[in-house]
């Protein structure tokens, strides 16, 4: 039988990071849906909202020509992408914590602005809506993601793999959001990829380059873990390590479930969005309030 994409297990850094965070949170995040409105469920949380909208400004750059890039204000781009996420929808507790955390975006943006670095470059769009691949069609299951930035880098007809983070840590050495997205960026388009960086918005000008991932080596690892959510997904197996007590990470999703949260409206895929109450925001997102 041929493979079937509507069939098929999609995986992504997302949903595989949550997995591994906590099997639980991944059925929640990824795969329940409330009884009542057949819809899936999403937390909306300030960071969230933050990152969300300064991701949005950027990928709008990335659609337009190099000479095009800043013609208009990026504030005015970044109002639009605001409005969206304004007061209870984007998780605000008050005015104060919605300005703090508008201003950081502001910020962010400015440094890009002022500081395009790879932003003034060549680039490179998939053109795919969700870039995807088969990560096995013997396994049904495919592979998808957005790769923030690809610059190219004429010298070697190859690109330059780029992610922007907009949160105040490090990416850790595990992680494998560049190992999944020189996965996406080979099989997705024609380039060979030959330098990925990050990008901390927050706190630097330049980018932070890191080792390439060996692509054979990665695909072993990600398929390893896509096949353990299928099996997951096929024995309907989604066990918190801690038990029914929850942890960190699938507690928030499990009190959405229960009745405790706020519903604030639909996100752009239908998905319903929730908000905590104070206290749980402020454990959350701690180091603004």
């Known amino acids: 039988m041929p493979p079937d994409k509507y069939t098929a297990v999609w995986v ?98 400015a440094r890009v602005y002022n500081h395009p670095g790879p932003i003034n470059n060549l680039s490179v769009k998939i053109q795919m809506d969700l870039p995807y691949y088969w990560l096995s069609q013997e396994d049904n299951i495919i592979l998808c993601g957005k790769v923030d930035w690809l610059e190219y880098l004429p010298d070697t007809d190859s690109v330059h793999i780029i992610d922007f983070k907009t949160g105040k840590h490090q990416e850790e050495e595990k992680s494998l959001q560049l190992p999944i997205y020189s996965l996406l960026v080979a099989n997705c388009q024609k380039r060979k990829t030959t330098k990925a960086s990050y990008w901390y918005l927050s706190e630097s000008d330049s980018l932070t380059e890191k080792p390439l991932p060996n692509l054979e080596e990665s695909q072993k690892k990600i398929l390893d873990i896509a096949q353990q959510i299928k099996i997951g997904r096929q024995l309907n197996r989604f066990k918190c390590q801690n038990g029914e007590e929850g942890c960190f990470t699938c507690r928030p999703f499990v009190t959405i479930t229960n009745g405790g949260a706020k519903l604030v409206g639909q996100d752009e895929y239908g998905a319903d969005v929730y908000i905590l109450d104070k206290a749980e925001v402020e454990n959350r997102d701690g180091e603004i309030l």
């Open 12 to 109: 992504s850094h997302t949903s595989i990071s949550d997995w591994l965070k906590c099997p639980r949170a991944y059925f929640l995040k990824n795969v329940y849906r409330d009884p009542k409105t057949k819809h899936k469920i999403k937390l909306m949380t300030p960071s969230l909202a933050l990152g969300q909208s300064v991701h949005e400004v950027l990928e709008s750059l990335s659609v337009l020509p190099r000479t095009e890039r800043f013609r208009e204000p990026l504030p005015n781009k970044f109002e639009i992408a605001w409005d969206k996420v304004r007061g209870e929808r984007g998780g605000f507790v008050n005015d104060e914590v919605e300005y703090q955390y508008k201003k950081r975006g502001l910020d962010m943006l």
